[in-house]
């Protein structure tokens, strides 16, 4: 019994860090917030995360990561054809955008390059999981018939495009630039 | 004598802003750093910028603005050839980004996306701001020859894919991304 309440704290803790951080960002989120909206006794946070906001920052982008990897696979299990995958995935973010709750999240690459800045560890854990973003794309690529290297290029690119059209749509409060944006992926990707 | 003397506050306290939001991001910025930093005198803050923070977001937003329009139009005038001049801009993007000035710095995407959520006013100077951006992109290519709701839809892409290239970059601390993505340009740009 004790062990699970526990774990409960730490997931509350964690859900709730996780949460915060997408919505708000990471400088505007304190640990008393976190604290407070997990319902966790005070002394859990440095229990269960001794390193405070950069843990539970490392903790958040890996559980975004996970998100973020089962969305891009779903997409690219649907068609075989790559490029009309891509399109799709991209349309799938637009359609999400328009959700009222969306439109108040901070895309993960903001959060992620807002934190990266301040912890060489919390940088690396960014890194790793927006490589294997990028690796997916490539991957579904290479089996398209694209060259390895040209795909690995394309990969890091795709990405890219995505990161900068969900700001672009935060700025705009519509998903306008993303659907403009998904448009394109058949031209980028022409072989 | 005075009024010289305003006006320079005013000024030293816009730079200061300007720098440090951009230096550190929105949330992360204090008016009480600004002022220290600035050296003017205590009043002048809200004497100067009586809506606080957000006014001096909405100043240094249209301050950088300014210097990035610059730049773009520096390198869309240096070749007549679209793609060629569309991909030096993002290589010299590329180039400034191993400054180790650069590394420090938020992209002015970040900045943007993490201040439009918070106020109208601010998210309005942004949106106008990219979208001379994403114009100057358009024109170019129209000027080239591309359909005008093409490159309408390109102008978008391209900004896009270079703020989601900082970003990146940002990440790897070092400019890699933003080199891939330059190579990358001619392949979407393929008439």
Redesign the interface.
């Known amino acids: 019994m004790k062990v699970s309440s526990k774990n409960d704290s730490r997931e509350n803790i964690l859900s709730a860090a996780t949460r915060l951080f997408h919505l708000q ?1 990471y ?2 989120t304190g640990l008393n917030q976190i604290l407070k909206e997990s319902g966790a006794p005070k002394g859990s946070l440095y229990y269960h995360f001794p390193n405070g906001k950069e843990q539970l920052a490392i903790e958040a982008v890996k559980r975004m990561d996970v998100l973020i990897k089962s969305d891009i696979v779903c997409s690219l299990e649907k068609y075989e054809n790559a490029v009309e995958s891509i399109q799709i995935h991209v349309q799938k973010i637009a359609a999400d955008f328009t959700n009222d709750e969306k439109l ?1 999240c ?2 993960i ?2 959060l ?3 934190t ?2 301040m912890s060489e560890l919390i ?1 690396e854990t ?2 790793t999981a ?1 490589e294997g973003w990028e690796e997916l794309y490539s991957s579904k690529l290479i089996k398209n018939g694209f060259e390895p290297e040209i795909a ?3 990969g ?2 795709i ?7 969900v ?2 749509s ?4 519509d998903s306008q ?1 993303l659907q ?2 998904a ?2 992926i058949p ?4 072989k």
Chains 1, 2 share one sequence.
């Not at 990405?159 to 059209?165: F, P, Q, R, V």
């Open positions: 960002g400088h505007a108040e901070v895309p690459g903001i992620v390059a807002e990266a800045q940088r960014c890194k927006v690995r290029k394309l890091v690119t990405n890219s495009m995505i990161e900068g059209a700001t672009r935060l700025i705009n409060k630039p403009l944006v448009e394109c031209l980028l990707l022409k």
